[in-house]
């Protein structure tokens, strides 16, 4: 009789756990570790935003009566990405991890420091922080890493924020690798232009998050481009066709790619009176390339919506 109630008890801690705790180990959809760095053990990513062009905050150096003392502003390509770790490792223990890993890296120390020495409660409002829930920080305890890396005239920057929440551990990393913003301006007569020649032309001037379908408001130059070409050549329609790169699944990506045209497509009848019936919609996923998946770089030109002549 015992041995079916320890049987009966094992077996409801095994429901209890699918899938619900599994659900919750899983990263978070469209993310991925930074190359050459890496996570800490058990972790799973809580958070994951990449910019092409941002600027993020980083402290190079301790706060001094609650101020910052060597503050800098980046600008150029973002990653953000948080972890959490199942309780049972220390703050000090994930934060070494990271920095060997960045030390390894080619990354040399600016700034790392411990709660008190950091500067309290008022470094921790002063550092580029993901939302709750993807990053929790503990005023009173967490560690800070700063460090910069020179590579052939490219300088990238890197910043580990490490605290707790709940006995579990959240860790933030931060790589900006600094560069002038590409120009992804395309105008309507070079839009004319690309759509009678080649029959297509790509647009990365069409921003939204990592895997969402929301037009983000930095479009509007484009779109404003798009309605000037389609007024201008009032009996012209166009295919509206979405690209992803190739992370995540296959099926996904076709949606998420089918979804990203129809926002465009749905931008352009409500803001600019363009009528639906000259633009229709698809989507192809990661099925026609122009990079290498493979890559940071070949993934960024993978990622866009082209105007196609029908």
């Known amino acids: 009789m015992r041995c079916l109630l320890v049987l009966s008890f094992a077996c409801l801690l095994a429901f209890q756990s699918t899938p619900s705790a599994i659900a919750q180990q899983r990263d978070v959809s469209g993310s991925r570790d930074f190359p050459g760095i890496g996570r800490f053990g058990g972790s799973n990513i809580t958070g994951y935003q990449l910019k092409d062009f941002d600027a993020s905050r980083l402290q190079a150096a301790p706060f001094k009566d609650g101020k910052a003392t060597d503050e800098r502003r980046l600008e150029g390509r973002v990653t953000r990405i948080a972890y959490r770790t199942n309780p049972g490792p220390s703050i000090l223990e994930v934060s070494r991890n990271f920095e060997t890993q960045l030390a390894k890296a080619g990354f040399e120390t600016l700034l790392a420091c ?16 993901l939302p709750i829930p993807a990053m929790w920080i503990d005023g009173f305890n967490y560690r800070y890493y700063a460090g910069r890396k020179a590579d052939g005239g490219t300088e990238t920057y890197a910043a580990v924020l490490v605290s707790t929440n709940n006995n579990e551990i959240y860790a933030q990393l931060v790589v900006t690798q600094i560069g002038a913003m590409a120009n992804k301006m395309v105008d309507a007569a070079a839009m004319a232009k690309g759509l009678g020649e080649k029959g297509h032309i790509a647009l990365y001037g069409i921003y939204f998050d990592t895997d969402k379908a929301v037009l983000k408001p930095e ?19 166009v295919f509206i066709v979405g690209h992803t790169d190739s992370q995540g699944s296959f099926d996904h990506n076709m949606t998420l790619s089918r979804q990203r045209a129809e926002a465009v497509a749905a931008e352009l ?24 998946n493979a890559t940071e770089d070949g993934r960024a030109l993978n990622r866009r919506v082209e105007l196609v002549a029908p």
Request: glycine share 8%.
């Open 114 to 129: 411990d709660t008190d020495a950091c500067g309290g409660i008022p470094f921790t409002e002063a550092v580029d922080v």
């Open 219 to 237: 479009s509007k130059p484009t779109l404003d481009e798009i309605a000037k070409l389609l007024r201008a050549q009032a009996t012209l329609a």
């Open 269 to 292: 009848v409500r803001t600019y009176q363009i009528a639906r019936a000259r633009l229709r919609t698809a989507g192809i996923g990661f099925l026609a390339p122009v990079g290498s």
